[in-house]
């Protein structure tokens, strides 16, 4: 009996992108994303990893190459269906949450897909309470501290149910606790594949199995998590030491 093999999450296929009059920020990308897979984004401020997640998410539109989305090529004719796979968390969680109250935020997404008010408060409401902010429920995100607004806006991704998560800089601003708990929360998460980019290193030996380096406009490095952290003298050479 043939086993029917499922094309990978996400795949990328020579990807390139640049700016108006400017060099090719991402140049030839290649690489997939399979079912079970929790992958760190690494390299320096610059070297277009939030470039390379919007392309991703039909944000930005490559001049070349192709991404595909559960087997479905990404263009202007599938990006809504695309963006109902993909949960994307921008740097600042301030520019997903926007409205009176985090419940409200919550409640957005699922409301303008159609979901009905009160399965899109339950839902809301049972992520509020997964992540600990179900009290703050009514309050505004102005209100909450960095690591609650930073759970709030994933809780706002979350009730659409993607397969995909992907998060940009998730630590950014976040103390150690907050970070903790967050890495307990997406080590929990029913989602088929996580992508983040990050320069934390350390979280990311913590919430990730493969690792890839982006330098030059180029994925330079592809390797399990654990083994990358530990090879000192290659994260140097992309300077990206370990130890700081």
Known sequence: MTTLKLPPTIEVQNLVFSYPEQKP???GISFSLQAGERVGLMGLTGAGKSTLLENLIGLKMPQSG??????TKLEQATLSQARKQIGFCFQDANDQLFMPTILEDVMFGPRNYGVSLGEARDRALDLLDEFGLVEFAN????ELSGGQRRLAALAAILALKPAILILDEPTNGLDPSWRRRLAKVLSQLPVEVILIASHDLNWI????QRALILADGEIKIDRKTEDLLKDKSTLESYN???DW
């Not at 030996?205 to 990730?208: H, L, N, S, V, Y």
């Open 25 to 27: 920020v991402l140049r």
């Open 66 to 71: 192709e991404i595909r989305v559960q087997g």
């Open 139 to 142: 309050r505004s995100a102005h």
């Open 205 to 208: 030996g913590k919430t990730t």
């Open 240 to 242: 990206l030491p370990p």
